[in-house]
């Protein structure tokens, strides 16, 4: 059984930086794309990032410049670098199996908190 | 940038009913490239069906989905008390690579 689980969020101020992890097992993690996606009371579900399976990562616009997303497959763990945060990035950060364009499944999520 | 619209925005219904909800999309998508998720308080978004029509796995059969170009379909035979949360479709495109549309919240009248 595939299983996905996150870590790393917590409370962050305005600026500052935060690294989300997320280990994943029951697949060769190397074969596949992952995938971030947060999800806000106010804007609901929106795709973060992507990293394909030889490393290629591709990022929402509200995020370039800041985010960084990597992997190490010999870990089976998925990474993501926040910084320069602001209040906008206060959301539940889930990552999940990018699966032939779908997410399946997901992680439970890491809630990251950006407050003064 | 593709915008999807879900509607209506909350579905109230009993146990047994038939729900249908609609997912539009700004611009056409293709059929291959369209998927609903089911979510319940305090979890993770769970995968329903993907390229617009087929159940992924596990999912129920009272589960289906329809459509084509702008316009698609989740439609819940009967509703069982499981059933009630909120429903999203999500469409892979150019930029964003992905997104989603705001959700269809299921709940019990």
């Known amino acids: 059984q595939v299983h996905l689980v996150e870590s790393g969020g917590g409370l962050v101020k305005p600026g500052g930086s935060l690294r989300l992890s997320c280990a994943v097992s029951?697949?060769?993690?190397?074969?596949?794309?992952m995938a971030w996606i947060r999800q806000t009371p106010g804007k609901g579900l929106e795709w973060v990032s992507h990293?394909?399976?030889?490393?290629?990562?591709t990022y929402a616009d509200s995020v370039k410049g800041r985010f960084a997303v990597s992997r190490d497959n010999a870990r089976d763990s998925l990474y993501l670098q926040m910084n320069s945060l602001t209040a906008e990035d206060t959301a539940v950060y889930f990552c999940?199996?990018?699966?032939?364009?779908?997410?399946?499944?997901w992680g439970q999520g890491t809630l990251v908190t950006v407050s003064s | 940038e593709i915008v999807l619209t879900q509607s209506p925005g909350t579905l109230s219904l009993s146990p047994g009913d038939r729900a249908t909800l609609s997912c539009r999309a700004s611009q056409s998508v293709s059929s291959s490239n369209l998927a609903w998720y089911q979510q319940k308080p305090g979890q993770a978004p769970r995968l329903l069906i993907y390229?617009?029509?087929s159940r992924a796995y596990g999912i129920p059969d009272r589960f289906s989905g329809s459509g084509s170009g702008t316009d698609f379909t989740l439609t819940i035979s009967r509703l069982e008390p499981e059933d009630f949360a909120v429903y999203y479709c999500?469409?892979?495109?150019?930029?964003?690579?992905?997104?989603f549309g705001p959700g269809t919240k299921v709940d019990i009248k």
């Open positions: 990293i394909t399976s030889s490393g290629d990562a």
């Open positions: 999500q469409q892979y495109g150019s930029s964003p690579l992905f997104s």
């Open positions: 999940a199996r990018e699966y032939y364009k779908r997410f399946d499944p």
């Open positions: 390229g617009a029509s």
């Open positions: 029951g697949l060769t993690f190397g074969d596949w794309y």
